[in-house]
């Protein structure tokens, strides 16, 4: 499989409910990002991770936490999350995000929070 | 704070119509900007514009950056349906920042 990918795709999840979004990418990319898109609203930039480091954390509540095992693999963690939170989450590799160049976006997981 | 704002927010025109979307940036340590296609689901990649004039094109759609006056166009002409879509431009510094995208609909 080639580029990236997003599990689970939809997500409907109660206010006291723990979840887990994954993100896989097969493009050798050392830099991994997790993006919310709420409806009518600009894509926000949630985390940034290169090599495995977290280089970037965008005031994010903590209800939300990543977790970049390997430079494949990066997980968005969701626990006592709002009805606001209802976004789809994006996440996007590129080669390296000190160089900042073009993002490759998985598909992208649909969340509702009821 | 770095800024992009895109313009116009919607647009509907008919199957044949040429297009032109705008985006115009405010940051610091401009690297590139960079055009996505986002229909239901997640962005594709257009076009990446680092100089200033030099044009790049694929297909219908072509692209220019005028890094002196702080934007950039994209064009789109001989519109189809398939065309119908949310353009996002972004703009890479530090970190790279959306703007809010311009919802197009083509009717046949």
């Known amino acids: 499989e080639t580029g990236v990918t997003q599990t689970p795709r939809h997500l409907v999840m109660g206010m006291t409910n723990k979840k887990s979004l994954k993100c896989e990418q097969h493009?050798?990319?050392?830099?991994m990002y997790w993006y919310k898109q709420s409806a009518k609203k600009p894509l926000e930039l949630m985390f940034v991770?290169?090599?495995?480091?977290?280089?970037e954390n965008n005031s994010v509540p903590s209800r939300f936490s990543p977790e970049c095992p390997n430079s494949s693999h990066l997980f968005l963690h969701l626990h006592t999350l709002q009805p606001e939170d209802s976004a789809l989450y994006l996440c996007?590799?590129?080669?390296?995000?000190?160089?900042?160049?073009?993002?490759?976006f998985g598909p992208g997981t649909r969340l509702l929070v009821l | 704070e770095d800024k992009v704002v895109q313009s116009p927010l919607s647009l509907v025109v008919h199957e044949g119509d040429t297009v032109t979307l705008n985006c115009s940036y405010e940051?610091?340590?401009?690297?590139?900007l960079l055009w996505y296609k986002q229909e239901k689901k997640a962005p594709t990649f257009l076009f990446m514009l680092?100089?200033?004039?030099i044009e790049k094109k694929s297909g219908r759609l072509s692209s220019i950056l005028d890094k002196k006056e702080l934007f950039s166009i994209l064009n789109i002409t001989a519109t189809q349906t398939g065309d119908s879509a949310v353009y996002l431009c972004?703009?890479?510094?530090?970190?790279?920042?959306f703007g809010s995208g311009t919802q197009l609909t083509v009717l046949p």
């Open positions: 996007a590799s590129s080669q390296d995000s000190r160089v900042q160049e073009t993002q490759y």
């Open positions: 493009l050798g990319h050392n830099a």
């Open positions: 991770y290169n090599f495995k480091e977290q280089t």
């Open positions: 940051v610091t340590n401009f690297r590139s």
């Open positions: 680092t100089s200033s004039g």
């Open positions: 972004a703009v890479t510094s530090r970190q790279l920042t």
